[in-house]
């Protein structure tokens, strides 16, 4: 069985400056990493996934998160946020195995807050 | 490509009555699922079809909870004698065998008073 833990539950920051989504997940067995954005009201867009190859991955909106085997991690980054990345964000893993169904464990969110 | 749609997008009802939500999804991908998610969570799976096969139900779906998939093309998930503890979004995603990313619907919520 797989889990994710997302370590915070909100993040406030000033708009332009940089902001990390940290992401902790838990399995027996390898997997695929997605992070995927909800903004209000509306259903989930991915914003970049991890399937193999290069551990640092690039996403939507400027988005980029890296893969720690060792610490099984995935954490999501950007540089310099705009007001409009205020939503929320889902870590999620899915298991790579071929038997697998493809259906995704997610992470409890954390809700990007920016300000002006 | 006009992505996943799902009606309604809100549904109001009393304890006790049936609902039924459809989801249709984008229209060349086989695998189709149906999540739940409550407020401030994370979405949890409760079913998974491929083509017209239901091929795992999560133990979140109880017995008064029954999905199809009638040719392998739109979804309905039924929940009869609704609880207050239905009440969330039920979120509905689609994608190919071979690729790995699923793409969302805008959900429906429901709300059981």
């Known amino acids: 069985a797989q889990s994710v833990t997302q370590l915070d539950s909100q993040v406030p920051v000033f708009e332009e400056a940089p902001v990390e989504l940290r992401c902790n997940y838990s399995?027996?067995?390898?997997?695929?990493l997605f992070w995927y954005v909800q903004y209000p009201n509306q259903g989930l867009q991915l914003l970049l996934k991890?399937?193999?190859?290069?551990?640092l991955v690039k996403g939507i909106n400027g988005f980029e998160a890296e893969f720690n085997k060792s610490q099984t991690s995935f954490h999501l980054r950007k540089p310099s946020v705009h007001i409009s990345d205020t939503a929320e964000y889902f870590c999620?893993?899915?298991?790579?195995?071929?038997?697998?169904?493809?259906?995704?464990?997610f992470g409890q969110g954390t809700t990007l807050q920016v300000k002006p | 490509d006009t992505g996943v749609s799902q009606n309604p997008r809100h549904k109001i009802t009393k304890r006790g009555q049936n609902v039924t939500f459809r989801c249709d999804p984008i229209?060349?991908?086989?695998?189709l699922y149906w999540y739940r998610q409550t407020l401030g969570q994370g979405p949890e799976f409760l079913t998974y079809?491929?083509?017209?096969?239901?091929?795992?139900k999560s133990r979140l779906l109880s017995d008064r909870f029954s999905a199809e998939r009638p040719k392998g093309s739109f979804s309905t998930l039924e929940i009869q004698r609704t609880e207050q503890g239905d009440s969330a979004m039920y979120l509905c995603?689609?994608?190919?065998?071979?690729?790995?990313?699923?793409?969302f619907g805008p959900g429906t919520r429901l709300t059981v008073t």
């Open positions: 995603a689609s994608s190919l065998a071979t690729l790995y990313e699923q793409y």
């Open positions: 399995s027996s067995v390898s997997v695929y």
């Open positions: 991890y399937l193999s190859g290069s551990t």
């Open positions: 999620a893993v899915s298991d790579t195995r071929r038997s697998n169904t493809g259906k995704l464990i």
């Open positions: 229209s060349e991908h086989n695998r």
């Open positions: 079809f491929q083509n017209e096969a239901q091929l795992e």
